[in-house]
């Protein structure tokens, strides 16, 4: 029930209250009032399907059908991202994720969460070890790596 019929509704109960008070009848009005309430009810319904059959027909429907889409889209990449990240699992789309960062930046490059700390750190392989990417590498290739999961997430949805 939307905001307006709800003041609707609560002034006119609030209307046959005052008049129970003034000593009327409760009977006539409880029901005078309980009949008033149904059809304002059922004007409410009319309002709303008239409102979604709008809604069908201005193409307004495809639109929410693509914002679900899309928040759906984001909580799926979100987990998959928190597997790669944080959990560090290894699964088929995955290495698929690291295979694409390797393509793009030429190295093998390790995300991972020191111990105690909430700074995600990104070492990339050399030859002498692993060693931190400096910090505008670091935003460019997060930046990166979540537009490949999201894409790469995109293309396993229906």
Not at 92 to 102: E, P, T, V
Not at 123 to 141: C, N, Q, S, T, Y
Request: hydrophobic share 40%.
């Amino acid at each position: 029930m939307n905001a307006f019929a709800q003041l609707h509704m609560q002034a006119t109960l609030n209307g046959c209250y005052a008049d129970m008070q003034s000593g009327a009848s409760s009977a006539v009005y409880r029901k005078s009032g309980l009949n008033q309430y149904k059809r304002q009810l059922a004007e409410t319904r009319a309002v709303l399907f008239q409102k979604r059959a709008m809604q069908m027909i201005s193409g307004d429907e495809s639109q929410q059908a693509e914002a679900r889409r899309e928040s759906v889209l984001k909580r799926v990449t979100r987990e998959f991202w928190t597997n790669f990240v944080v959990r560090g699992e290894d699964t088929a789309m995955l290495r698929h994720l690291q295979g694409k960062l390797r393509e793009e930046f030429g190295q093998d490059l390790h995300f991972y969460y020191p111990p105690g700390d909430v700074q995600m750190t990104i070492l990339r392989e050399k030859e002498d070890g692993p060693e931190p990417v400096e910090p505008h590498m670091h935003a460019a290739i997060v930046n990166r790596a979540w537009q490949l999961a999201r894409d790469l997430v995109a293309s396993h949805m229906l």
